[in-house]
């Protein structure tokens, strides 16, 4: 199973997100066969966005972040039941803007990937090397570090999904990698965590120009994209496309 999904990081009105979830309801599944998607909204939409989609759709939803505690006095943030309570079926864990500016450690994804898995839902988590680390040669090590780090302790890390998110890919101010950039990391993380984790995904600066080609990057298992799908027709766009890689893999 690939999987091909979408944070919306911090976007998103009441009125935005009926609209996406609309479009993606009227979208016909067919054309992505093989590829599981997920939506990952702001916490005040997960609600939202899981009642729109409805019970039965075959977009996942999850949540960006969630805290390692139990529900209690903890002010600003929000509890794995709480985002479970609003739908979520995964749980985004270490994205690099977190590690950047909020203060996000190792650690607290550890803890985190614990609590989420205790709860039964799934984490995705977020790993990637500086533009410093990619200079120095040093990319593999850092990141592997970074989901051994993540995995410490975890009884059953075939639940976790991984996404390699180079930091100097993400965003507006990321440079889109070619995928031959990106081929050397994947192979060493896949041959080091492929047989033990569910999947590795590619984020960082996907859009429809490059997404087939990153997918057929070998150990690639699935796509994790931000701006290019904050519009629903183009995160089909994507899907799509996806869905014909999966489709020539299997023809
Ligand atoms: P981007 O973000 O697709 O906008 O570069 C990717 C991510 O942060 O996961």
Known sequence: MIWVGTSWKMTGTRASA?????TLARADPDGWRGIQPFVVPPFTLIAQVHDALGAGSPFLVGAQDAHWAPPGAWTGEVSVPQVADAGAVLVELGHSERRAH?????ERVNLKVEA???AGLRPLVCVGD???ELASGRSADVVSAQIDAALAGVATPERVL???EPVWAIGECGR???PGEIEQVVDRLARR????VQAILYGGSVGPDNAADLLRVPGVGGLFVGRAAWRAEGYLDLLRRCGTVVAENQG
Do not use: I, N
């Not at 009926?18 to 609309?22: A, F, K, S, T």
């Not at 965590?193 to 033990?196: I, T, V």
């Open 18 to 22: 009926r609209e996406y979830c609309d």
């Open 102 to 106: 909020l203060g996000e450690t190792d």
């Open 116 to 118: 989420v898995l205790a």
């Open 130 to 132: 500086s533009a410093q």
């Open 162 to 164: 991984v996404a390699y």
């Open 176 to 178: 889109p990698p070619a």
């Open 193 to 196: 965590f492929g047989d033990s």
